[in-house]
């Protein structure tokens, strides 16, 4: 079924927020005898049209893993190159995505990144901050477990400043130190390639999220199965752990 038909058939409960673990860049790229950098390169183009299909159905938050606080493990220079690669494409895009009433913000650690790095990121994404459309989060420089430690460091600095007590630790309060402070958790988390794993991609908010695996390497998971993703969630029957 195309693009057109495989909206129409969504229904009213559409998920608030999807996370997407992006996998099999360097595999695809293989395939074509290709350096892995080709792989990354082309799965800007699937970054750019699940944002635009985000944008057409009206989703409210988007989170995609495009550098984990692992990958600075991987050879010095596909390191540098997708350092490189996600930089150009935000500055490329931002325009675009800003007259798409797009919100752009990075979710990640600061450790490892230069200043200056960072401050073009910064001055990037500040230029959507006063947009009010889909929320598209790039987890950059993410792990999950150092945000719960970054939030738990927080929390007790709160208690040692006496701004906090001890019993006022619940949910609530460690989901506000996270990086994705006030926004509602995933509901779907969709992961390609074959691979079926969190790999500390959201670890905490994760905790009710449904997962749409496929075989699908990232650069090839285009609109359509996007919207297949999301019907299949819509088929689900969601229970929180309780029962019906
Ligand atoms: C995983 O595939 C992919 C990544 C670690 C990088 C994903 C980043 C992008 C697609 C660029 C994002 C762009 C923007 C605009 C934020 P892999 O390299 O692990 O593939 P493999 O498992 O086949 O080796």
Sequence with gaps: M???????QLDKNLPDHIGVIMDGNGRWAKKQGAGRLWGHKNGVESVRALVEASVEIGLKYLTIYAFSTENWTRPDDEVKGLLKLILDSLINEIDSMSKQNIVVRFLGTDIGLSKEYQSKINKECQKTYNNNGLNFNIA???????????GIRSIATKIQNNTLTINQINEETISQELYTANMPDPDLIIRTSGEKRLSNFLIWQSAYAEFYFTDTLWPDFRKSEFIEAILDYQKRQRRYGGTK
């Excluded at 195309?2 to 129409?8: F, W």
């Excluded at 950059?140 to 970054?150: K, M």
Aim: charged letters at 35%; hydrophobic letters at 35%; glycine letters at 12%.
């Design 2 to 8: 195309n693009y057109k038909d495989l909206i129409k």
């Design 140 to 150: 950059f420089n993410y792990g999950g477990r150092l945000e719960l430690i970054e």
